[in-house]
């Protein structure tokens, strides 16, 4: 007896005469989901959010809005995108099934939350072993640590959202604050960890933000970025972000972690005495961009600066950024 126990089906794949086929490249994004058995991680985690007897399991209701994203959908009743193909994506939940599904995670936001936290957390970790060599945890030490962005954005609402509402540039929207790894040259172009979603007028400078996204991300990382106690290893990341990141409280919480930082921090011109303290040479040595060439007038500490080298000072021309 043969039980089909992924996602979507598994279709035959041949070439024929026909010049199109709409979306069937999705099939390749539903063979990678059933790949790393979404289905079963999907109903460990999240299966109190259906009923016992439902027929559209958490993993089918997830793997087919991934598989809509994919394919340039934006809204649930994009989902005729698959149903279009029930040979290659089997049957799609409704519009209204998927709706109750998110009233009950709704209903209990902080049980959610958990599953849907430990449920990425582990399909990451599958994914990335997967990879081998290119793996991101094997990679990431002390001296070359995963890098971690935050920074926020505006997005527009052209209509009346949950948190839609004035921002500073004169728009009319939302303020979502993402974190996203960069792999770096060679590695891909990176993915999002986290995104914390804010009214368009929050504040950028909000340490308690910052300090929101930042424990949402790192709760993504596989277990290689945590000791035997589960305490994070900070030493293995790098916090990038801008000016609004340059508080103490936030700055002081990556600290007591042992996360590394990059920070913007802007000299005022009647503090540029403070410029020419940090800009003896003997203690740096010149900043290579991502291709390993010379950045102009940009210095990081050099390997025999005395004490600890977190945190340190970035040079850039005349001005600085705290790292």
Known sequence: ?????????????????????????????????????????????????????????????????????????EHVSDLDILRSGPGVFGGVASNATISRFFERTVANPDLFDYGFSTMSRQLRSRVWAAAGDRNPALHATALDPLIIDLDATLVTSHSDKEQAVGTYKGGYGSAPFAASIDYGCGFGTGEILAVVLRPGNAGANSADDHIAVFTQAVAQLPDAFYDE??????????????????????????????VQFSVSYPVPVAKARMVGWISDKQYWEPALDQAGEERTCTFVPNRSTPGPRRPCWILMGTGSRRS
């Not at 979507?8 to 024929?16: D, L, Q, Y």
């Not at 999705?26 to 016992?52: E, H, K, T, W, Y």
Request: charged residues 15%; hydrophobic residues 45%.
């Open 1 to 73: 007896m043969f039980k089909n126990t992924g996602v979507f089906p598994s279709p035959s794949v041949a070439t024929t005469g026909q010049s199109l086929v709409s979306h069937a490249w999705l099939n390749v994004l539903a063979s990678f989901i059933d790949a790393f058995d979404v289905r079963d991680l999907c109903v460990d985690r999240l299966g109190q959010f259906v009923p016992a007897g439902a027929r559209h399991r958490p993993g089918t209701i997830l793997g087919s809005l991934a598989a809509r994203l994919a394919g340039g959908g």
């Open 229 to 258: 106690e589960g305490k994070l290893i900070g030493e293995k990341i790098l916090v990038r972000t801008d000016s609004a990141g340059a508080s103490r409280k936030f700055l002081y919480y990556l600290a007591s972690l042992g």
